[in-house]
């Protein structure tokens, strides 16, 4: 397969073109490193100034999207420990967390002194939405570029429960484990005004809407809500603009006694869906939905090309596959 021969991205991603040396769109875009770093100091100094002002007033500071994996434990321990911050943390719970990542959850909030809440919405509604995730047309193309359809759908509701929890609570900023390569820098740190947040919940809620009706507003904010809110949270996902090692980040999080679960793919710290959702979009579209993240990752100097193109062929585990398949009660095509 015709790959760009700078990072990774491949000739089968939807818009992808490459000049006469085969270097794609996106390498010829990206900023200098100089540039990039400039990009990311900025935006410290504006996500530290907000902590600064927060510290000292009452309430919850900080609420964070904790999914159990190393690096969203990582940020959580940044923001409570390097920022001092009093922080809400809560974990949802698609019904597919690995054991290990959810006594990691239970250890890590006990150990950090975080208060802490699970949301596990009903397994039959998570069902629902999982096996409609199944057709890929649930979603517009380019949601499916920087993600697979059933992380998407997770990713809905995470990011609903969170802004319900935030919005509900008067928190002023709500956290994300995301690290380099996961999120465009320009969306790292960011405030939207009500109309803009309504319009975010709402491209993340209608698919779901469509796919399950009434069932899923309960898991975002209401109309009302974001309109009248007092305290519309700051958005931030540290990791995207602070120094990332991952060595670092495991150092820290093993003091809290963090262990990797053993029963995940070796691409996730914390979900067992997702080598199955792995596998399924790479059928379907023709390329692994980690290529984007991972191709960033080259591009800034995080990871070396020859790793990233490793990682893509790290084979989905048959008997993890097989136990989701079971759960949701469907089998994909054999290959
Ligand atoms: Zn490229």
Redesign the pocket.
């Known amino acids: 397969m015709k790959?760009?021969?700078?990072?990774?991205?491949p000739e089968t991603l939807p818009g992808i073109r490459?000049d006469a040396d085969g270097?794609?769109?996106?390498?010829?875009r990206?900023p200098s490193p100089e540039l990039h770093a400039a990009q990311r100091d900025r935006l410290r100094v504006k996500f530290e100034a907000l902590v600064d002002s927060l510290r000292t007033q009452p309430g919850y500071h900080c609420l964070i999207a904790w999914s159990g994996g190393k690096d969203s434990t990582y940020t959580l321990w940044l923001l409570k420990e390097q920022y001092g911050l009093r922080v809400l943390s809560f974990t949802f719970d698609n019904g597919f967390v690995s054991p290990q990542a959810l006594k990691n959850v239970r250890e890590v909030a006990e150990n950090l002194g975080v208060d802490h809440v699970i949301v596990k919405p009903s397994f039959d509604v998570l069902k629902e939405a999982f096996v409609a995730s199944l057709q890929p047309e649930m979603y517009p193309a380019k949601a499916l570029i920087r993600a697979s359809a059933i992380c998407n759908t997770c990713m809905a509701l995470a990011k609903g429960i969170g802004l319900r929890i935030a919005v509900q609570n008067k928190i002023p900023l709500l956290a994300y484990g995301w690290s380099p390569g996961q999120i465009p820098l320009a969306s790292a740190f960011i405030r939207l005004s009500s109309p803009m947040l309504q319009a975010m919940v709402d491209a993340a809620m209608s698919p779901l809407e469509a796919a399950l009706n009434d069932q899923i507003a309960t898991y975002f904010p209401e109309r009302q809500q974001l309109m009248e809110a007092q305290v519309l949270p700051h958005m931030v996902a540290p990791l995207a603009f602070l120094d990332y090692n991952e060595e670092t980040v495991l150092h820290h999080i093993r003091n809290l006694a963090w262990e990797r679960p053993q029963d995940t793919d070796p691409n996730s710290t914390n979900c067992l869906l997702n080598s199955f959702a792995c596998l399924l979009h790479t059928r379907q579209m023709g390329y692994h939905p980690y290529v984007m993240e991972l191709?960033s990752l080259?591009?800034d100097g995080y990871l070396d090309r020859q790793e990233a193109l490793d990682r893509l062929e790290i084979a989905p585990i048959p008997e993890i596959v097989a136990a989701v398949e079971a759960k949701l009660g469907v089998r994909i095509a054999d290959e």
């Open positions: 790959r760009c021969t700078r990072c990774i991205l490459f270097v794609c769109q996106h390498c010829r990206a191709a080259v591009r």
